[in-house]
């Protein structure tokens, strides 16, 4: 059972993500949400968190359209020096304050081995960027977090260094984790990076984790992300990690490729013609009245 025959004797270096006839593929459990169960989840949210208005509003909109996840970077990994880098810790609480309005769980990316005990203490994922796939004293540290994490494919890294990446992770004590394909750099400049759609059924066959593509930063550009999301979710994947933005063309980073709340609507009705994505905005408001259930 593998995928490239030239991996064959290699499976000690990832041996504890590799998918063997006497191991489960992995489910992660945050709160009442399962990934990797066979379900398709949908991490929404804006690249960056913003202001509160801003991080409220789109909450409030992914989670009525079905998302389960919010995304939205505090601490921003920036080509440049000079951009936008991010709310730090307010950006944190902004993204807490999300959750308890909505019954969102977050995910946020932690850059920095020093950031992960304050950001474990507000996000239910830890995101590693593609930019520090191979920051393996960040990835250490993420070992022993207590928090599942979604790891990113490092944008020029074989799959088998991505499996490696997530080796370290699970060595050091954390066995959750959620392998991200978010595109790679080829020669090809059409689109942001080029997005390996086979890197799904590769690592679905090869991994017991579960696997999320970003079709957002593989795209660059907003028209081609529903399709890309479409194509993740028929090629097998567990779930979408998208870029959503209340106004995009005002977004302090990433807005071309965000998405508005009319667009991600429709990208969600387009989804659920191939994977089921139960309404959880309507499970939400319904557990509200169950005693014991979410506060
Ligand atoms: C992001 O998710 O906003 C991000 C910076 O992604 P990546 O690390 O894939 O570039
Ligand atoms: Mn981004």
Redesign the pocket.
Known sequence: MTANSQWNGQFSCFDLVAKTSDCSPTVLHIGELAIGDGSFVVMAGP??VESEWQILQTAEAVAAAGARVL?G?AY???SSPYSFQGLGLEGLKLLSKARQQTGLAIIT?VMSEEDVGLIAEYADIM??????MENYSLLEALGRCGRPVLL??G?TARLDELLRSAQVIAANGNPDIIL?E??IRTFETATR?TLDIAAVPVLKTVSRLPVIV?P??AAGVRSLVPVLARAAAVVGADGV?V?VHPAPEKAM??GVQSLSFDEFGAMMRDLRRYVSIPLAAEDFAHQLFVPGGVH
Not at 127 to 132: A, F, P
């Open positions: 690249c960056a995304r970077g921003k990994p920036r990316e995101q590693v960027g593609t930019r520090s990113k494919r944008m991200c978010r595109g990076n970003d957002s930063h990690l870029e980073s990433d």
